[in-house]
């Protein structure tokens, strides 16, 4: 029987303890969890174990192939340069490894669940529990910041997935470093379109002290501004859902299985308010300029057998 290949996780860095700490566990506890299957991780930058430290690791174990995942919720520049010219450099160093990629985390169905239980344990006794009560509710999303477009965009991707179906007054975003708008002007945001109780929510995976700043940032803009609730909620965590969604990517980067975007897909995905469209059959949309003669034959538009 052939071998898997091991699992690298790749993470971004932090100068919080607490937080590379924490990566550090979560990569152990995927290893608890997978027992047979080499897992190893370690960062870009600012926290130990480099990344390349990580690839030597699972090499002394006799490991010769790996799917490494990046431990990040958006596609920026370490997922798409750093990590990539990492492991170009460490297959240089390790002669006969190879390789696959796989893609980042979010935003993610199973992540979105967990934003929506950090939100409702934020609120905690004065909780939204019924449609009622989250209509009175504004999210304000607070994402790491880029000076990626792309990567910033998926933010707001993240943000509006969150919204939709829920019932949410609304949902905003904002970004803590490197991109606008940030915390106290997403805070402004949110009062102009009507907010009277707001939770921040931050989008990072673990603690650190960028997350440490989006809450010193809320109390103080929530001190200056008496007469707003404002809750400030705790980051996603090494959560069941964190976990199986990385051994997720793990299989698709194994696999080859690197799709388009089918995690937030209305019609794979069970997503709230959209549960009747889950493997509806697609029709080709009629385009006026079609001339009529395949409209039984042909497909347009998003009809990519989406009812599996």
């Known amino acids: 029987m052939t071998t898997p290949p091991a699992l690298l996780i790749a993470g ?8 590379a700490e924490a990566f550090r566990d979560f990569v152990r506890e995927l290893g608890r969890r997978n027992p047979g299957l080499p897992v190893a991780g370690g960062f870009i930058e600012l926290s130990p174990p480099p990344l390349g430290d990580a690839v030597a690791e699972l090499v002394e174990r006799g490991v010769r192939r790996f799917a490494a995942v990046p431990l990040m919720l958006v596609s920026a520049g370490h997922a798409k340069g750093d990590i990539p010219a990492a492991l170009t450099r460490e297959k240089e160093r390790h002669p006969g490894i190879s390789y696959t990629y796989g893609r980042p985390l979010g935003p993610h169905p199973a992540l979105l669940a967990v934003l929506e239980r950090r939100l409702e344990q934020a609120l905690g006794a004065s909780s939204a529990r019924t449609p009622e009560d989250r209509a009175d509710v504004t999210v304000l ?13 998926e933010v707001y991707k993240a943000a509006r997935l969150l919204w939709e179906g829920r019932g949410y007054a609304g949902v905003e975003t904002a970004f803590v470093s490197l991109a606008a708008p940030d915390v106290p002007s997403g805070l402004d945001r949110c009062v102009r379109l009507g907010a009277r109780r707001i939770v921040v929510l931050p989008y990072f995976l673990f603690t650190g002290i960028l997350p440490d700043r989006v809450r010193h940032q809320t109390e103080g803009w929530a001190a200056a501004h008496p007469e707003v609730e404002v809750f400030s909620a705790d980051v996603i965590g090494p959560e069941p859902e964190l976990l199986d969604l990385v051994m997720e990517r ?4 194994v696999e080859g299985d690197l799709r388009m975007n089918c995690d937030s897909c209305v019609y794979r995905i069970a997503l709230p308010g959209f549960e009747d469209k889950v493997g509806a059959p697609q029709q080709p949309h009629f385009h006026p300029d079609d001339d009529g003669h395949h409209h039984h034959g042909h497909s347009h538009g998003h009809a990519h057998s989406h009812a599996h």
Do not use: I
């Open 12 to 19: 971004h860095g932090t100068r919080d303890d607490a937080g």
């Open 250 to 253: 793990y299989t698709e980067a």
């Open 141 to 153: 999303l607070v994402g790491r910041g880029s000076t990626d477009p792309d990567a910033n965009a």
